[in-house]
């Protein structure tokens, strides 16, 4: 038997997979073109990086690492209890909110079941649900955001779950709470409905998503959430549903014991308590939405307006040759081609002054491209 027929003996769904692509690591970028002044602003991660508190707590967790981290999370679900007036019980901790969205997929789905979700929503949708063999029902998005209205109409008796990412990840699209509310309320009780706020803490206040108070009258409702945006932790892959008790001891049944490790474990907790850091990065998000939007402005270049730690510009021509030239220049950005949106590049917000080295990288490709 020669090594390519193995595929064959991979289930359907993953024969035809097309893994996920992430942004280039910096050191990537170093090792191939010998570059040291890198700067990265590829993966909606926290340019100021992680907080004191959840250093600390790492470096104090240290002498305890040959012993399993603790399976249940106790700590840290009872801080996230708290801060959010739910039970312990109805809080699930994942490697990252990555592995929530693989767990609802493994717990909920079969060959048989369909799946909802917008046209350039988040990429980990299609991946889980193709993953486990489901059928992805893909709705045209409108002004690059969900159509929760065409969402409702695709729901058939074959759907069993709806992913909504809120704000949406490429497009940093917000959707009103008002229409997120009567689509989730409208749902058949047959349908599971994900609603990820992976970006949630950088909503700005006065468009603020209560929905944490909508678990209590829609047992189907999940909300995921993570620590590596706003709380700068990515590296250490740990995030969080908040659901009904009865949707977390599904998840529970097909987690691993020890889904996440040690170090994570403290330092969300800890980071949970640094709200000086926390608000300092939705400060650093504001002002470099700003500063990068005005200098879109400044090149006469369009965006989509972002709710989010990012921003998708226009660039009304091909983006791959662009993100290739910001390369040449040490800046690292995301191409979203794979996204249907082949002229755009998104952006995350970073320091001031890595936000400027960017605009002046983006204007001198620009003008030789
Ligand atoms: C980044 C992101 C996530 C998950 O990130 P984790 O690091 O796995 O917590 C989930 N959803 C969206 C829309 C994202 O952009």
Partial sequence: MSNENIYRLAVAGVQQLIPYKAGKPIEELERELGLTQIIKLASNENPLGPGKKALAAIQAALPELALYPDGSGFHLKQALAKKYALDAAQITLGNGSNEILELVARAFLTPA???VFSQHAFAVYPLVTQAVGAVAVVV???GYGHDLTAMAQAITANTRLVFIANPNNPTGTLLAQADLEQFIGALPNTVVCVLDEAYFEF???DAVVNSIDWLEK???LIITRTF???YGLAGLRVGYSLSSAEIADILNRVRQPFNN???ALVAAEAALTD?????????NNTQGMQQLTDGFKALGLEWIPSAGNFVAVDLKRAGLPVYEALLRKGVIVRPVANYEMPEFLRISIGTPTEN???LQALSDTLANV
Avoid: G, M
Wanted: proline content about 7%; some cysteine; aromatic content about 6%.
């Fill in 113 to 115: 079941c369909e799946v």
């Fill in 203 to 205: 909503v700005s206040q």
């Fill in 228 to 230: 590596s945006k706003a």
């Fill in 275 to 283: 709200d000086k850091h926390l608000q300092r990065t939705i400060a």
């Fill in 261 to 263: 490790n040690a170090l």
């Fill in 356 to 358: 400027q080295l960017f």
């Fill in 140 to 142: 045209p998005a409108i």
């Fill in 218 to 220: 829609y047992p189907n």
